[in-house]
């Protein structure tokens, strides 16, 4: 079930790819401090956060998720089981890029005042325009190029393991020893695939512990061979 962090109502993928097909999709840059989250960026990971997807008849989306403090409605901008059906919307998600919140959230976030004025803003910003902050880019080899910063960041799909996707949709259903345990049994991970469960064991507590401890350890093998 969705979960409490700071004030607001946090959901899983899982808990999203459930919810009713009407219902909005709303994120969160989680790169930068909200008060109402209670997050904790690290010093200097502010960043602009755009990734791309494929639509059903193929069409490449490039979708931003702008430094802001107010929510995201991207079910406006692609349609939601297109997002949900995503490998990099997943991917930042589980990165701990963005964070997926209910509709009374944001509407709580967006009822403080100056909130409008602030999603005015970042409505009109787009990606050629965002030179303000470092870009976060999820999915980096492509079929179709994104101007950022005045370069061109590829953006595709990445190749991750889909049972990995699985193991870190599942991980806060049970025990920290349970997701250890789980961990064990994928064998072999890439870099990003243990970055990705340590950043994902770290947002579900000191319970989780043991998972960031395995996981950075087989980061040391990995680095060593």
């Not at 607001?8 to 790819?17: D, I, K, R």
């Not at 960043?47 to 403090?69: A, D």
């Not at 770290?202 to 990995?222: C, F, I, N, Q």
Request: proline share 5%; with cysteine.
């Amino acid at each position: 079930m969705p979960r409490k962090q700071g004030q607001l109502t946090v959901m899983s993928l899982t808990e999203a790819q459930r919810s009713a097909p009407g219902d909005a999709l709303w994120v969160l840059n989680n790169t930068v401090y909200n008060d109402l989250l209670e997050n904790n960026p690290k010093p200097g990971d502010k960043s602009n956060v755009i990734f791309s997807m494929r639509s059903n008849n193929g069409e490449v989306h490039t979708v931003p998720v702008f430094v802001s403090w107010v929510p995201t409605c991207l079910s406006e901008i692609v349609p939601k089981d297109t997002l949900l059906r995503s490998q990099n919307f997943m991917r930042a998600v589980n990165l701990g890029k963005l964070v997926i919140i209910d509709e009374q959230s944001a509407q709580k976030i967006l009822s403080i005042p100056g909130a409008l004025q602030e999603q005015e803003r970042v409505r009109r910003l787009d990606i050629n325009s965002a030179t303000g902050d470092a870009l976060g880019a999820i999915g980096e080899t492509a079929d179709t190029a994104v101007k950022v910063e005045g370069t061109e960041v590829a953006a595709q799909e990445p190749t991750v393991n889909p049972t990995v996707i699985s193991y870190l949709e599942l991980m806060e259903t049970g025990t920290g020893m349970e997701a250890l345990n789980s961990l064990r049994s994928l064998g072999k991970l890439s870099n990003e695939e243990l970055s990705m469960v340590i950043s994902k064991a770290k947002s579900l507590g000191e319970d989780y512990r043991p998972v960031v401890e395995y996981a950075r350890g087989r980061l040391g093998t990995k680095k060593a061979e």
